[in-house]
Nanobody, 122 residues
Framework: VQLQASGGGLVQAGGSLRLSCTASGRTFSSYAVGWFRQAPGKEREFVAAIRRSGGTTYYADSVKGRFTISRDSAKNTVYLQMNSLKPEDTATYFC????????????????WGQGTQVTVSS
């Protein structure tokens, strides 16, 4: 599975962005998919995930109520709608498929995209 992320950019605090991740090579409709992010000097962290059915979603506490993950299986695409962005959301965002769970939350994945940069100015 090859994952291609897009939609990053520079936005002011309080603004919105929508990230997209499209899979090719093999459908990822059978996988849980999600987003992680990594800020400079920090470890990669989980952001949001969605089960293959689309019925269950997971969010990091830091983004709950601001970010929404969704998937369009027909387009082999997962989205991350990010609203009310904060400077601390600045990071490289990675989409991932076939997630590994620990204690009920994603901690890693088998497949990774290349990352898209999100920068939020204050």
């Amino acid at each position: 599975v090859q994952l291609q992320a897009s939609g990053g950019g520079l936005v002011q605090a309080g603004g919105s962005l929508r990230l997209s991740c499209t899979a090719s090579g093999r459908t990822f409709s059978s996988y849980a998919v999600g987003w992680f992010r990594q800020a400079p000097g920090k470890e990669r962290e989980f952001v949001a995930a969605i089960r293959r059915s689309g019925g269950t979603t997971y969010y990091a506490d830091s983004v709950k109520g601001r970010f929404t993950i969704s998937r369009d299986s027909a387009k082999n695409t997962v989205y991350l709608q990010m609203n009310s962005l904060k400077p601390e959301d600045t990071a490289t965002y990675f989409c991932a498929a076939d997630l590994y769970f620990d204690k009920g939350l994603p901690v890693g994945a088998r497949y990774w995209g290349q990352g898209t940069q999100v920068t939020v100015s204050s």
